[in-house]
């Protein structure tokens, strides 16, 4: 089997351009013992491949030069030398930005056919666990809330927004531009929407969307998403701290919060969290998502891009603002 | 019986000056039926007395023009007409600025005698539940962990270093001067204190101090000492945000903490709290205090100024940061 594949040419230097990147063509070897190989059909986009271009130490270590870099991906088991996976087997892995590859076995994750593939890019992985433990667990999400979500289109705000709304909340949701707020009013159904590219004021458009105020707030963004949800926050009104993107990009740091004396008097509670160290809730969600899937209570929020051809282009609509929901490149 | 008090003459524009108050006596009526006449022995200043000068509508309501202020004392039931008071008995009231009072019962509570009195202004009043609801409720105290306390030479934070010191842990406390400084080592007995005016940088001071990282931080301050404390917080690092001094007087709110990205990546939990909202722990908080004191692990750390007449320089002392521990005025 002959593999296309993405790989990192130069390190970006700012945003990332196309000559950063060149296109490749490899034979793959048959599956040695322990191995499989797999067809990718689907991969998905994630700003931290942004933080591998570069050759920063982080957790995990940058891309290699000259070689096809790496992301989330679901493909099928074609060939097997391995006794757990035949041919045909739907599998998760860390092997994106390529057609397939050959591997050990352990570099990949069977997942079961009643979802549809691309869900365990999304709702169903780790974008669906971030949004679920930080909603249910982080937040503490009890009868009665109405619940604020920043970023509220994105990968993980579009999930927070459903899995609220499956529980009979009252859900406001921000995000940027007229045809996000549509979104979040005509698919996701939430009680309020804010294009806050529109508002002069997140704070009073907040204040106009809850006037009974919120109580909990899921936030992927800070500065003045967090400010205008420390204004508006009822008493004991919890936090879930899930990123704060509005940060990421800035040289210089933002003034905003300037209101986190709120916290004191309002007696809040801010929960920072980390999907990744609450895997021992992964069952639970599975069973959730399963049952919330089955009865049609999940949107798939997704950008779709035909083709590995068209994945920098996914890979752009990451920050450029223009992509709804989670990014993913169909493969296959 | 007479009785001096302080009253408030005009409200004051910006810091309180002399003219603003005037010291008047009156004639204290015999106890009707229903009410006890108490010699004030104590009293304490408290931040909200300031807020009480000002017109402006709060959760209390304003100081009255021309009559004797208010605020927390401890004082000795001279003749009652209730027959839940005796003569001798030692009781807490929020009828302070003046000598002594004739009042409805109700307007006192019986305080014990195995206590010092003033201990029911500082350790064993609201100032010593805020110390102990914040860091063993809010910030969750366990076996190990480091604590940071800012304003740690204050009324709270000198009971917050104490109690984390007497359970054994290695606490380091923020305060403003050499003094200050001084008396945290020398009386306090902590592993290691910041005068924060002397440090080009506090977080550099506090990685100094805590280069194994803080666990708790118990704010009383806000701005550079949260963004001290975020810098250098460990994972899973609890804080209990008790006020944000360095906000209240400020015109224009501070751009501090700008780190506050690090609470999701390092899964802190922030948690604002007013002690008020905790008085179902006054129970267990008593009996510890009592046993504490009892053992001789409580120093009340507090300024006394002799008499009446002293008492607006106590106030004073309240906000040029010449006080240490709780203001307290011995009136008799």
Chains 1, 2 share one sequence.
Not at 70 to 90: H, I, K, Q
Not at 253 to 273: H, I, W
Request: proline share 6%; with cysteine; glycine share 10%.
């Amino acid at each position: 089997m002959r593999s296309r594949e993405v790989r990192l040419e130069r390190r970006p230097n700012g945003s990332p351009v196309r000559d950063d990147f060149s296109f490749g063509e490899v034979d793959l070897p048959d599956p040695g013992p322990g191995e499989v190989q797999v067809r990718n059909l689907w991969m998905a986009m994630d700003p931290a491949m942004r933080g591998r271009m570069s050759e920063a130490r982080s957790y995990v270590p940058p891309f290699e030069l000259g070689k096809a870099m790496e992301g989330p991906a679901v493909g099928e088991v074609v060939a097997s030398n391995d006794p757990n996976f035949v041919p045909g087997d739907l599998v998760w892995s860390r092997l994106g930005w390529r057609e397939g590859f050959t591997a050990p076995a352990n570099k990949v994750e069977k997942r079961s056919r009643d979802l549809p593939p691309q869900a365990y890019l999304g709702f169903a992985g780790m974008t669906g666990l971030t949004a679920y433990v930080g909603l249910l667990h982080s937040a503490a999400l009890k009868p009665g809330d109405t619940v604020f979500v920043s970023a509220a289109s994105g990968g993980v705000g579009s999930v927070v927004c459903q899995i609220a709304k499956l529980k009979g909340h009252k859900v406001i949701g921000a995000a940027g531009g007229e045809r996000k707020k549509r979104y979040l009013l005509d698919v996701l159904k939430l009680d309020g929407a804010i294009d806050y590219k529109a508002e002069p004021s997140l704070t009073k458009a907040l204040a106009r969307e809850a006037p009974e105020g919120i109580d909990v707030y899921f936030d992927n963004v800070g500065g003045e998403h967090l400010q205008a949800a420390l204004a508006i926050a009822n008493k004991y009104a919890r936090f879930a701290l899930c990123g704060m993107i509005s940060q990421y990009n800035s040289t210089e740091p933002s003034a905003a919060p300037r209101n986190l004396t709120a916290a004191v008097t309002k007696e809040l509670t801010l929960q920072g969290f980390i999907a990744l160290n609450h895997l021992d809730k992964m069952d639970a969600f599975l069973a959730d998502v399963r049952a919330w899937h089955a009865a049609g209570l999940l949107t798939p929020a997704e950008t779709v891009y035909e083709g590995l051809d068209r994945s920098l282009e996914a890979f752009d609509g990451l920050f450029d603002g223009s992509g709804l929901g989670k990014m993913l490149v169909k493969i296959a």
